[in-house]
C-alpha cells in the first residue's frame, strides 16, 4: 500500500527551491480520478462510465449527499470517501489521501473527459516536467457566445498557467506530495493549486483534447450574468478577498 500524501497546513510557505520532481512509470502510470460530488444522482453514473475503462481507480467524495449519489457512485464501481467536511478542497484532498495511483486526476461531476484521455494524460506527463496540466474545455451548449467563453477559457489558461477545476486538472504523484494539496479554503481553491504548482514544477501541459463542461451554471444564472460574475469573483481573489468572505458572498452561506 502507497504511503498517505502529507497536506500542507494553512498558511504554510512552498519552498523557494524547485526540486527534482521524479518522472512517473509511462506507459504503466495508474491514473487515480477523483470526483468530488454533492447530490450530483441525475450525472454521476454517466461521468463514472465514461472514463471506468480507463481509470486505474475511481475515487468519488460526497460531501454529505442526499439524493443517493454515494450508492449510484458505489454501484457504478468507485470507491466512496464519506464522512469529510463539504467543500471541494476538502472533498478533493480527501479523495487523494485515499488514493494509489501515480497520477491524480480531478473530475467535476459535470465535467465529461474526451476519448483517449488517459494516454493524453500520461503522454503529457512522461517526462519529469511539466508534473501537472489540464484539458481545453468546451461548454455543452450551441450558443456562440458560450462557445466563445470556452475558447477564451482555454487561452487564458494557455497564456496564465492558471487552471480552473472545469479543466480537470491532473497531477502527478510526486508533485503532488511536493505542493500539499489543495489549500484549505472556501473558494478558489483551484486557482490557488495552480500557483503552488506553477512555483514548484514551472507551467502546465496545456491538453488540446477537450473536456465537455455543463452548461448548467449558465443557463441557471444567465450568460452574461455568470460571466461578468466569475470575472469579478477571480479579480477580488487576486486583489487579496478571503475565499471564506467570497463563498459567503458568492453562496450566501458560510461553508
Known amino acids: 500500500m502507497r504511503e498517505r500524501l502529507p497536506l500542507m497546513p494553512t498558511g504554510a ?8 520532481i521524479a518522472p512517473i512509470p509511462v506507459p504503466g502510470a495508474r491514473i487515480s480520478v477523483i470526483v468530488p460530488v454533492l447530490n450530483e444522482a441525475t450525472r454521476i453514473e454517466q461521468t463514472l462510465a465514461d472514463v471506468r475503462d480507463d481509470a486505474g481507480e475511481l475515487i468519488v467524495v460526497d460531501g454529505g449527499s442526499s439524493d443517493g449519489t454515494a450508492e449510484i457512485s ?4 468507485a470507491t466512496v470517501v464519506g464522512g469529510v467536511r463539504r467543500g471541494r478542497a476538502s472533498q478533493m484532498n480527501a ?3 485515499a488514493a494509489s495511483g501515480d497520477i491524480l486526476l480531478f473530475l467535476h461531476a459535470d465535467t465529461r473527459l474526451p476519448t483517449g484521455w488517459a494516454e493524453a494524460v ?3 506527463l512522461a ?5 501537472w496540466g489540464r484539458f481545453d474545455v468546451r461548454i455543452d451548449d450551441p450558443s456562440p457566445l458560450l462557445a466563445l467563453v470556452g ?5 487564458r489558461s494557455r497564456v496564465t498557467g492558471i487552471c ?3 479543466q480537470a486538472i491532473f497531477v502527478s504523484r510526486e508533485a503532488w506530495r ?3 494539496g489543495f489549500p484549505a479554503i472556501d473558494l478558489m481553491e483551484d486557482i490557488a493549486l495552480s500557483r503552488r504548482l506553477k512555483r514548484l514544477a514551472g507551467r502546465p501541459a496545456s491538453l488540446r483534447e477537450r473536456a465537455l463542461v455543463s452548461a448548467r451554471r449558465w443557463r441557471s444564472h444567465g450568460a452574461l450574468r455568470t460571466i461578468v460574475g466569475m470575472w469579478w469573483w477571480r479579480a477580488l481573489y487576486f486583489l487579496g478577498a478571503s475565499p471564506a468572505w467570497l463563498h459567503r458572498r458568492y453562496y450566501g452561506r458560510d461553508a
Open 164 to 166: 480552473t477545476g472545469d
Open 151 to 155: 475558447a477564451m477559457m482555454n487561452l
Open 178 to 180: 511536493a505542493t500539499g
Open 13 to 20: 510557505r512552498l519552498s523557494q527551491g524547485v526540486p527534482a
Open 95 to 97: 479523495g487523494a489521501q
Open 122 to 124: 500520461r503522454t503529457a
Open 127 to 131: 517526462g519529469p516536467r511539466p508534473a
Open 74 to 77: 458505489a454501484s457504478a464501481g
